[in-house]
């Protein structure tokens, strides 16, 4: 039997520069901190080996604090290996990188930067196909399917890129085949590039990013804890739990009278747990102006709570009526520009961008004038 820990894509040094800056400096860290949570979950497993299937740090020259640091804490945990494979991020393009790990890396970690069997245990072979550049044009796993091991052989293939056009970069020409596994008599291949954790077949998986890092996937970062029996044998595949924050995106239908705000509780986690939640609520349907006044008034009002709240509203249809403008006032120059902001969103004789900006300027008024009272 083999047990081992399959992870990928923890893209170290990741600067999330679309991030508030209050908040970039916990998720970088987060990220640094997820090796400590793969050997964790890795001991509690029993299991002495943690595959990365690349995509290790984020760029082709990381900082040497990034690449230090996260060579430290590998080194940190005696008893285990971990075994990196470059991927599209951080492929043999980026020769000092890889010359320099192959120099200043600790004796527990190995690097998988050969298209050659790679022995792990005596009856145990890795298969590697790093990535040769960003883009390598095509299938690096092909090599597989003719590498010799000796009868009895526990199998594995280690890869990064696409098997489908599904990639994070959007490559086309370099899809690994999906039924590569039984091409080349792999007891499990173990694939990076998928941020989400996602099964290709019985024998391939993709084990998702171990600490998510946009609202894409919509999960929480996991490994897969993988037992072969023996060559040949199906494999049990386990997701562990190892992200420490939440991204999610919540979806919030809007009927129109309504009130958006009060569904807003059963959605939202609660207590601790929203200083590590990062959630997009993305509305739809309709809804009249002082009902979303209020709910965009009562996610300000709750933000600070989260580590990320944000409201996507442009498929909301807000309906204005005119007794919904006694909100704003019953008369003066602020019922004046609200009539004539209302009349303009209605009127068929401008462009849709025209009367859409009509509508966001009334909400706006709303908005201020329900703040203001």
Same mark, same amino acid.
């Given at each position: ?26 998720l970088?860290?987060a990220?640094?901190?997820v ?17 990365? /299937? ?14 230090? #640091?996260?060579?430290a804490?590998?080194?940190?945990h ?6 990196l494979?470059p ?5 043999l ?29 005596e ?18 796993t092909e090599w597989?399917? /003719?590498?010799?091991?000796?009868p ?8 990064h890129?696409?098997?489908?056009s ?11 085949a ?10 499990y ?7 989400? #954790? ?10 998702? =990013?171990?600490e ?15 037992t072969?029996?023996a060559?040949?044998?199906?494999p ?15 979806a919030l239908?809007c009927?129109?009278?309504d009130?958006?705000?009060t ?5 939202l986690? =609660?207590?601790?747990?929203?200083r590590?939640s ?25 933000a ?11 498929e ?9 403008l ?9 019922? #004046? ?34 703040? /203001?009272?």
């Amino acid at each position: 039997m083999f047990r081992f820990l399959h992870s990928a894509d923890l893209h170290l040094g990741k600067p999330f520069g679309s991030i508030p800056d209050e908040l970039r400096g916990r998720l970088r860290e987060a990220r640094h901190a997820v090796l400590d949570r793969l050997a964790a979950q890795a001991r509690a497993a029993g299991a002495e080996t943690i595959l990365l /299937a690349g995509d290790v740090f984020d760029t082709e020259t990381p900082s040497p604090a990034v690449l230090r #640091q996260a060579l430290a804490a590998m080194a940190g945990h005696a008893g285990l290996r971990w075994i990196l494979l470059p991927g599209n991020h951080d492929s043999l393009a980026a020769e000092a990188l890889w010359a320099g790990l192959a120099t200043s890396r600790p004796g527990n970690v190995v690097l998988a930067t050969e298209a050659a069997p790679l022995q792990l245990a005596e009856d145990v072979v890795l298969l590697p196909a790093p990535c040769t550049t960003r883009r390598p044009g095509r299938d690096l796993t092909e090599w597989m399917d /003719a590498a010799a091991t000796p009868p009895g052989t526990i199998r594995i293939g280690l890869a990064h890129g696409a098997v489908q056009s599904f990639s994070e970069d959007g490559g086309a020409g370099d899809v690994i085949a999906p039924d590569r596994a039984g091409r080349a008599g792999l007891d499990y291949l173990a694939l990076g590039d998928w941020h989400g #954790q996602m099964r290709i077949g019985p024998r391939s998986w993709y084990s998702g =990013a171990p600490e998510p890092d946009r609202f894409k996937h919509d999960a929480s970062g996991r490994a897969l804890l993988v037992t072969l029996p023996a060559a040949g044998a199906e494999p049990t595949i386990e997701p562990v739990e190892t992200g420490a924050f939440d991204w999610r995106t919540l979806a919030l239908d809007c009927l129109a009278g309504d009130e958006p705000s009060t569904h807003l509780a059963a959605l939202l986690p =609660a207590g601790p747990a929203r200083r590590q939640s990062l959630i997009r609520i993305v509305a739809t349907g309709r809804t009249r102006p002082p009902a979303r006044a209020r709910l965009e008034a009562e996610l300000k009002a709750i933000a600070p709570e989260f580590a990320l709240l944000q409201l996507e509203a442009q498929e909301l249809v807000t309906e204005c009526e005119s007794e919904d403008l006694d909100q704003i006032d019953r008369a003066g120059a602020l019922r #004046q520009a609200a009539e004539l902001l209302l009349a303009e969103s209605r009127d068929d004789g401008r462009s849709s961008g025209e009367r859409e900006v009509a509508r966001e300027a009334l909400m706006r008024l709303f908005s201020y004038c329900a703040a /203001a009272s």
